[in-house]
């Protein structure tokens, strides 16, 4: 009975003293104050470390990278420079969970405790965020005065001195962000192989470069240039002083119209296109104009004086005479074989812009003198000198008819005639004074205008008046002023 007593004792003991060492081997394990082994934040191996100092080294590494900076400078326009801190643009980086679960380690109950321990996590990922947003915003604050612009074309004037005056354009400037923030979202976010790497260089500060495209207007300088409208090529004035004001009205808003007319190289100027322009402009009012080779009250009269003032100096430029046709009868602002008439539908002036560059017409009207001035390209050598030869002169006829309000017998001149030419017209090309080429730019008929008697009736049963003279084909023609 005793030997019994003495084996259950034993055992007893034996069962206590092996709970005790099991208790205090779970005592030990429960009650350490280091990290399990093996346990990772990244690549930071702080398996191992005391509890507190694995904790600070994380937060160190996170305070870290919320302290790196991006410096951004500008490429072009501007030499300066802005540097954020990253925590300033919104960025935050955490081992989420990681401080919770290391501090949980020192919790609870020794069996907690150890039952934690044994299931710890054994990796720690980093949670990092930023607002790419307050980036973009902190960019254009610092370059607000890039984008507040607008591009202005460059201008072209002409002084009252008649000098071609160049304002040069204004170019705009717009930020291109987008592959910045792309830049800067791919360094400022680690990847996960990066996390736990030492922070140097590179790593530590990014420095980026804000592009900043340059925005020209649609009419640079350059472009203006090229168009060739240097200087003044060419100028001629004629003289309305005599004209009534229905004619000097017409001359006036034809000008205006033909003002500022702009050729490309080799293109046509065609007269008719300037009249359709003008008549959706203006009205025109009534003045003479040329019918059956008489002035007879018309509208439009004196739109030719423009016509004729701009082919003087389309001659005296060297351009390319496409169509023109001188007047019926002769005009008193201009030598013979020097005008340009023009009749709707029937007669137009045309010249081609033969320059090479492009040509600008101005023109002016002041105390009922038009000025029509040719801007372009002309060698400063270069000249035209104009000549008109008469050929010959045609010799009025005499016209007879019956006025029943002449007294018996009485016969008056109605009409005193005029004569007619035939005119030769020839340009000379000049270089250095010298001539290059003469050529006959045109060879002209100007009708003679009859002489018309006018007799009472029985002069007219006592003496056969002659047969008038018989119209000739485009007598019906009228020509829109002189």
Sequence with gaps: MRKLQWIIGGLIAVVL???????VVVWKYASQETVPDGVTAGKLQIGGMYIDD????????????????????????????????????????EFAGAREALLQLKKGSLLERARY??????????????????????????????????????????NRQDKVVYTPHTDAYRLNLSEL????????????????????????????????????????????????????IMSFSTDFSTSAE?????????????????????????????????EKEHDYREAPVILNGKFVPGIGGGICQVSSTLYQAVLRAGLGIEERRN????????????????????????????????????????????????????????????????????????????????????????????PGYIVETYRTHLRDGKVVTR?????DTYRAQPTVIETGPASLKETPSPQATPPSPGDSLVEDGL
């Design 54 to 93: 694995a904790i600070a080294l994380l937060e160190k590494y996170e305070k870290a990278l919320e302290k790196r900076s991006i410096t951004v400078k500008a490429n072009q326009t501007t030499e300066d420079s802005r540097s954020w801190i990253v925590s300033e643009l919104g960025y935050q980086a």
């Design 117 to 158: 321990r044994n299931q710890f996590q054994n990796h720690y990922s980093l949670s990092q965020s930023w607002e790419r947003q307050a980036f973009e915003t902190a960019l254009r604050k610092q370059w607000s005065w890039v984008e507040n612009n607008a591009p202005q074309n460059a201008m072209r004037e002409i």
């Design 246 to 278: 229905g004619r000097s009205h017409n001359v006036s808003v034809t000008a205006d119209t033909l003002n500022d007319w702009y050729l490309k190289p080799d293109e046509v100027f065609s007269y008719s296109e300037l009249i359709a322009k003008a």
């Design 17 to 23: 003293l092996t709970a005790a060492a099991g208790f």
């Design 439 to 443: 050529e006959r730019v045109s060879k």
């Design 181 to 232: 923030v792309k830049e800067a979202d791919q360094w400022i976010i680690l990847k996960e192989n990066q996390v736990g790497v030492d922070i140097t260089g590179d790593r530590l500060a990014l420095v980026a470069e804000l592009s900043i495209s340059t925005i020209h207007p649609d009419i640079t300088l350059e472009k203006l240039k090229e168009e060739g409208i240097e200087r003044l």
């Design 327 to 418: 007047h019926s009868l002769p005009v008193a602002y201009l030598p013979l074989g020097q005008d340009a008439t023009y009749a709707t539908d029937a007669i137009d002036f045309k010249f081609r812009n033969t320059t090479g560059k492009s040509l600008l017409i101005r023109t002016s009207v002041d105390n009922k003198k038009l000025t029509i001035k040719l801007f372009g390209t002309m060698p400063s050598n270069e000249s035209y000198e104009i000549e008109s030869v008469t050929l010959d002169t045609i010799s009025p006829k005499t016209q007879q008819s019956v006025n029943p309000a002449l007294p018996v017998g009485k016969t008056v001149v109605a009409e005193k005639g005029k």
